[in-house]
């Protein structure tokens, strides 16, 4: 009778064993998928095909609220990834990567979501999510000036076995300096990008003085605009010479970025002219 009970006991107990272990796989990983199965660059275009079913392409799974002309180096924004579909409890795994497989700037991780790798991958945590559809969002902040076109690289996974589904989101670089996230309705930049001249058109309900802040591609505040006005190329040409001299002056410089009334700065010139005819 004694060995019937333990021999029961035994069943018991391994039945509790298998049913966890399959409850583990069925719910995926606590913490998220491991690290390096986003479809991204960095490693190797690997996925969650692997363990959760074979790999489909979807679009329109990752989004964000990036303006259409582009990031703005420094600026923070929200990704958002949806999971569509029914069949099993849903997970996900994105990275933000060049194309060469860089990682690039900083991902924030949101509700129901987890930092890995060195906050190189942000994944979906917790068990049981079988919403459909599933959003989840969390922030990026862009790196810095000069780094080009970011791919947000995911993999989604639907059951255990089920469906992973692989996609991308690219956003380019903004390089006009114009940030298009503060444009409000009835506010409009155009062309843009922009070469030589931008066209700004705004409405108020209002009369409201206006401020309006330039900056370089590099991100630095424009302080002064210089218009040339020439009747002919060879005189536009030597204006230009002229100009880059004297912006090689620190006085003259200091002048334009403290904003110095015009008679000064025509002062400053006319010292620094001085100075460059006694020295030939």
Same mark, same amino acid.
């Given at each position: 009778?004694?060995?019937?009970? /333990?021999?029961?006991?035994?069943?018991?107990?391994?039945?509790?064993?298998?049913?966890?272990?399959?409850?583990?796989?069925?719910?995926?990983?606590?913490?998220?998928?491991?690290?390096?199965?986003?479809?991204?660059?960095?490693?190797?275009?690997?996925?969650?095909?692997?363990?959760?079913?074979?790999?489909?392409?979807? #679009?329109?799974?990752?989004?964000?609220?990036?303006?259409?002309?582009?990031?703005?180096?420094?600026? #923070?924004?929200?990704?958002?990834?949806?999971?569509?579909?029914?069949?099993?409890?849903?997970?996900?795994?994105?990275?933000?990567?060049?194309?060469?497989?860089?990682?690039?700037?900083?991902?924030?991780?949101?509700?129901?979501?987890?930092?890995?790798?060195?906050?190189?991958?942000?994944?979906?945590?917790?068990?049981?999510?079988?919403? @459909?559809?599933?959003?989840?969002?969390? #922030?990026?902040?862009?790196?810095?000036?000069?780094?080009?076109?970011?791919?947000?690289?995911?993999?989604?996974?639907?059951?255990?076995?089920?469906? #992973?589904?692989?996609?991308?989101?690219?956003?380019?670089?903004?390089?006009?300096?114009?940030?298009?996230?503060?444009?409000?309705?009835?506010?409009?930049?155009?062309?843009?990008?922009?070469?030589?001249?931008? @066209?700004?058109?705004?409405?108020?309900? /209002?009369?409201?003085?206006?401020?309006?802040?330039?900056?370089?591609?590099?991100?630095?505040?424009?302080?002064?605009?210089?218009?040339?006005?020439?009747?002919?190329?060879?005189?536009?040409?030597?204006?230009?010479?002229?100009?880059?001299?004297?912006?090689?002056?620190?006085?003259?410089?200091?002048?334009?970025?403290?904003?110095?009334?015009?008679?000064?700065?025509?002062?400053?010139?006319?010292?620094?002219?001085?100075?460059?005819? /006694?020295?030939?």
């Amino acid at each position: 009778m004694v060995k019937k009970i /333990t021999l029961s006991l035994a069943i018991a107990l391994i039945a509790i064993v298998i049913l966890q272990v399959k409850g583990k796989f069925a719910f995926g990983y606590d913490g998220g998928a491991p690290a390096g199965v986003a479809n991204d660059p960095a490693s190797g275009h690997a996925n969650c095909s692997t363990c959760h079913g074979a790999a489909t392409t979807v #679009t329109g799974w990752i989004t964000s609220n990036i303006p259409a002309g582009g990031y703005m180096p420094g600026n #923070t924004y929200t990704i958002t990834a949806t999971s569509t579909g029914t069949g099993g409890n849903k997970g996900f795994e994105i990275s933000a990567q060049s194309s060469t497989g860089t990682f690039l700037g900083t991902m924030i991780a949101g509700t129901g979501t987890s930092l890995i790798s060195s906050n190189h991958y942000i994944v979906s945590s917790g068990t049981g999510i079988t919403t @459909n559809p599933k959003t989840w969002t969390f #922030t990026w902040t862009a790196p810095a000036t000069g780094l080009g076109p970011v791919g947000f690289y995911g993999a989604f996974a639907i059951g255990h076995p089920g469906t #992973t589904y692989i996609t991308s989101l690219i956003v380019t670089e903004n390089t006009s300096g114009i940030n298009e996230s503060s444009v409000k309705t009835g506010f409009s930049i155009f062309p843009n990008p922009a070469v030589d001249h931008v @066209n700004i058109s705004y409405n108020l309900t /209002t009369s409201s003085k206006v401020a309006i802040n330039l900056y370089s591609i590099d991100g630095k505040p424009v302080h002064t605009l210089i218009l040339l006005i020439s009747q002919t190329i060879k005189q536009h040409l030597s204006l230009i010479a002229h100009l880059s001299f004297l912006l090689s002056k620190e006085t003259f410089r200091s002048a334009l970025e403290n904003r110095l009334e015009s008679n000064e700065i025509l002062d400053i010139i006319k010292k620094i002219e001085e100075t460059r005819n /006694t020295a030939r």
